[in-house]
C-alpha cells in the first residue's frame, strides 16, 4: 500500500513557475514507478510526466518536453515535478499516482494508486 499526498498547487501567472511535491508512506516507495497526470474540468486525464524507481528514465507529456521536470528522492519518498514557463491552458487538478509496473507509463490504468490532487491555476 502506498499513500500519496500532492502540494504545491496554486496560483500563478502565465509565464511563471511552480514546483509539485507528492510525499509518500509505506517503505516500498522505491519499487514503484511514479507519475503526474492531470485534469481539466470536462476533460480526460491527461498524462504530464513518469520516473522509474531508480529515477533512470523519465518521460513527459508532448507539449511538457522541455519546461517540466520531473525528480524523485527515495530515502526521503517524494517525487516532485518542476513546472517553468506555464500556460493557461495547463490549469487543471494535477495527480501524483504509483505503479507497479516495471517501465514508466504513460497510460493512468498502468497506476495503482493516486493523491487527491492539487489545484493549479494559471491566469493569463
Known amino acids: 500500500q502506498v499513500q500519496l499526498v500532492e502540494s504545491g498547487g496554486g496560483l500563478v501567472q502565465a509565464g511563471d513557475s511552480l514546483r509539485l511535491s507528492c510525499a509518500a508512506s509505506g517503505r516500498t516507495f522505491s519499487r514503484y514507478t511514479m507519475g503526474w497526470f492531470r485534469q481539466a474540468p470536462g476533460k480526460e486525464r491527461e498524462f504530464v510526466a513518469a520516473?522509474?524507481?531508480?529515477?533512470?528514465?523519465?518521460d513527459y507529456g508532448d507539449s511538457m518536453k522541455g519546461r517540466f521536470t520531473i525528480s524523485r528522492d527515495n530515502a526521503r519518498n517524494t517525487v516532485t515535478l518542476q513546472m517553468n514557463d506555464l500556460r493557461p491552458e495547463e490549469t487543471a487538478v494535477y495527480y501524483c499516482a504509483a505503479g507497479s509496473g516495471r517501465y514508466v507509463s504513460r497510460s493512468h490504468s498502468e497506476y495503482n494508486y493516486w493523491g487527491q490532487g492539487t489545484q493549479v491555476t494559471v491566469s493569463s
Open positions: 520516473i522509474s524507481w531508480s529515477g533512470g528514465n523519465t
